[in-house]
T-cell receptor
């Protein structure tokens, strides 16, 4: 079975550009999570969707960040405009139905903003 | 959120058992104890979880103290592929997973 799929795996962009990260959760999973990992702050939850609806976005750092889940099989995390401090590895995870179910993580997208 | 305390790093020899400790003295009665690990350049992966009783699965065992204020993840025979950061996390319904610093396990051949 395919796990969580993320694209691109690596992204290098210049400050001020728009960046879109993509995630395909495991089929049949109803919860989706976006995390960010940096050396300084570790692994942080950005936003949590359940049944395509954003439930908790308290971790989204600022208005430059937005996330959507138009259907059960696709989600995007967009940064506009990007800044060098956004450089990090961004992980998407999915779980069967609730925030307390086991989460399955994707391989991550390494974002570098120059 | 209840917090956990783990050693920053531990070393083990290959094919020997490894005991990874976790202290959680402020755990509540409804908190589950979860363990995830993150291999180099990969996303975290689930290892095991429990509430009160000890748990075993194909990856590891989880020993939970009777007062639930501490727990230990046991890898019965460490391999080089077990080198990773291991996270001990408390979670109950309605709350998100909150990852701390974890324990970096190094396995020596």
């Amino acid at each position: 079975d395919a796990g969580v799929i993320q694209s691109p795996r690596h992204e290098v962009t210049e400050m001020g550009q728009e960046v879109t990260l993509r995630c395909k959760p495991i089929s049949g999973h109803n919860s989706l999570f976006w995390y960010r990992q940096t050396m300084m702050r570790g692994l942080e939850l950005l936003i949590y969707f359940n049944n395509n609806v954003p439930i908790d976005d308290s971790g989204m750092p600022e208005d430059r960040f937005s996330a959507k889940m138009p259907n059960a099989s696709f989600s995007t995390l967009k940064i506009q405009p990007s800044e060098p401090r956004d450089s990090a590895v961004y992980f998407c995870a999915s779980s069967l139905s609730r925030e307390t179910d086991t989460q399955y993580f994707g391989p991550g997208t390494r974002l570098t903003v120059l | 959120d209840a917090k956990t305390t783990q050693p920053n790093s531990m070393e083990s020899n290959e094919e020997e058992p490894v005991h990874l400790p976790c202290n959680h003295s402020t755990i509540s009665g409804t908190d589950y104890i979860h363990w995830y690990r993150q291999l180099p350049s990969q996303g975290p992966e689930y290892v095991i979880h429990g509430l009160t009783s000890n748990v075993n699965n194909r990856m590891a065992s989880l020993a939970i103290a009777e007062d639930r204020k501490s727990s230990t993840l046991i890898l019965h025979r460490a391999t080089l592929r077990d080198a990773a950061v291991y996270y001990c996390i408390l979670q109950n319904a309605g709350n998100m997973l909150t990852f701390g610093g974890g324990t970096r396990l190094m396995v020596k051949p």
